[in-house]
C-alpha cells in the first residue's frame, strides 16, 4: 500500500515538529517497534549510520541511551528520558544528546507519541516540542526531517515483512 499517510510538518515558530505516520501493520507490531531495543536497533537510524542501545529501561522515569554509530565507527550519544506510557497508546520522554554516560546536553525536545490502530492500519501521531528555537533549526540543518524520514521508511518496509 502506497497511499499511506506520512506528513511531516515543521513548524518555527511553535518550535514543534509534527509527524503523523499510517503503517500496514497491527498495533502491538508497530508498538513494538517504538519501545523494544533489539527492534528500535534495526531502523531508528539513517543509513550507513546504525543504533546501538547501550540502556534501555521503558518505565515511567527510566531512559533509553543510546549512539548513533557512522561508517566509521563515530558515536554521537542520544538520551531518552520516559515521562508517561500508556501502554499500547502513548507515550513521552524527553529526547536530548548527551555523552556516552547518558549526561543530557539540554537544551532537549519533548516528544509525545500517539498509536490507534483501524483496519489493521496502525497510525502514530508525533509531537516534537523543542525548548528552544535554535536547537530546532540546528536540527532541521543537520537534517533531521530527510534522516527520520528514511527511519520512519525502514520501519514500514520491516513491518511489511512482518
Not at 86 to 111: E, I
Request: glycine share 6%; no cysteine; proline share 4%.
Amino acid at each position: 500500500m502506497n497511499n499511506l499517510l506520512f506528513d511531516f510538518i515543521v513548524d518555527i515558530e511553535k518550535k514543534t515538529v509534527f509527524v503523523n505516520r499510517e503503517f500496514d501493520a497491527e498495533l502491538p507490531l508497530v508498538w513494538d517497534a517504538f519501545t523494544k531495543k533489539e527492534i528500535l536497533d534495526q531502523w531508528w537510524a539513517p543509513k550507513p549510520w546504525e543504533s546501538r542501545t547501550k540502556i534501555m529501561d521503558f518505565k515511567v522515569g527510566g531512559k533509553r541511551l543510546y549512539a548513533m554509530v557512522g561508517p566509521e565507527g563515530q558515536e554521537h550519544y542520544s538520551v531518552q528520558e520516559y515521562t508517561s506510557i500508556t501502554p499500547k497508546t502513548n507515550f513521552k520522554y524527553l529526547n536530548a544528546f548527551a555523552d556516552k554516560d547518558g549526561n543530557p546536553n539540554l537544551p532537549g525536545s519533548d516528544w509525545d507519541l500517539s498509536f490507534s490502530e483501524k483496519d489493521g492500519i496502525t497510525t502514530v501521531n508525533i509531537t516534537i516540542f523543542n525548548e528552544s528555537r535554535e536547537r530546532m533549526e540546528q536540527q532541521i540543518e543537520m537534517g533531521f526531517q530527510g534522516g527520520f524520514t528514511m527511519t520512519l521508511n525502514y520501519l514500514a518496509e520491516m513491518l511489511a515483512k512482518s
